[in-house]
């Protein structure tokens, strides 16, 4: 059985979560709570499983893989359908190109452990802590609509059937929530999300404090 090493809150996390339920993988969570006792995800047995110190990590047998999108890779080859990557090269490289705007530029600087060095090194407050979150979720965002309207309209970011784009993207704008970002300036990925948040994959995949073995 698949074991993925979790975080609720987690958008990385979150992206391998919706990926198992598109594809129907059965899978055990084991929480990783990244703030309990000043981190769990800092405990020796845990870097044995991801020296990185990082969620999530998946473990397929004595496999162990890290890294959002790497391991949706795997997991899109492991179970070939429903395919997270169109087959035209061109459309494939376009879904990663957008998916790697929000997990390597968008997600990285406003991860957790950016924000609690901002918050411990530099003493920023609160409230300077929400305004740099917003600025980069913002421009980044600014980039992703101006994708998305250039396309022809359909269901979800490439084209009427989930990919790897969408599976970035839906747990960015969780995010995005959580910080009080405004959304009115992004129709497009506001009703993409939307229409995933219709889907059941992305609502059993959904940030849940209380995690529950599927």
């Known amino acids: 059985m698949l074991t993925l090493y979790d975080y609720y809150r987690s958008s990385a996390a979150f992206r391998v979560r919706i990926a198992l339920h598109l594809k129907n993988l059965t899978y055990q969570k084991i929480p990783v709570h990244l703030t309990n006792h000043g981190g769990e995800q800092h405990s020796e047995n845990y870097q ?6 990082l969620v999530p990590a998946l473990k397929n047998g004595s496999q162990i893989l890290t890294q959002s999108l790497a391991i949706i890779e795997y997991l899109n080859e492991l179970q070939p359908t429903p395919p997270l990557l169109p087959d035209d090269l061109y459309e494939k490289a376009l879904v990663r190109a ?12 406003n991860n957790l452990r950016v ?19 917003q600025h980069w979720i913002t421009l980044g965002f600014h980039a992703l609509e101006k994708q998305i309207a250039q396309r022809k309209k359909s269901d979800f970011c490439f084209s009427n059937e ?9 747990p960015q704008l969780f995010n995005a929530r959580r910080f009080e970002c405004d ?10 999300d939307s229409n995933c948040q219709q889907l059941s994959p992305f609502l ?11």
């Open 48 to 53: 044995k499983i991801n020296p990185q110190e």
């Open 98 to 109: 957008f998916a790697l705007s929000i997990a390597a530029d968008i997600h990285p600087l």
């Open 115 to 133: 924000l609690n060095y901002l918050k411990n090194e530099f003493a920023i407050s609160d409230e300077q802590k929400t305004k740099w979150y």
């Open 162 to 170: 989930p990919s790897l784009a969408d599976i970035c993207l839906v």
């Open 183 to 192: 959304l009115t300036p992004f129709p497009n990925l506001t009703r993409i």
């Open 204 to 214: 059993l995949a959904w940030p849940k404090e209380e995690t529950i073995v599927t």
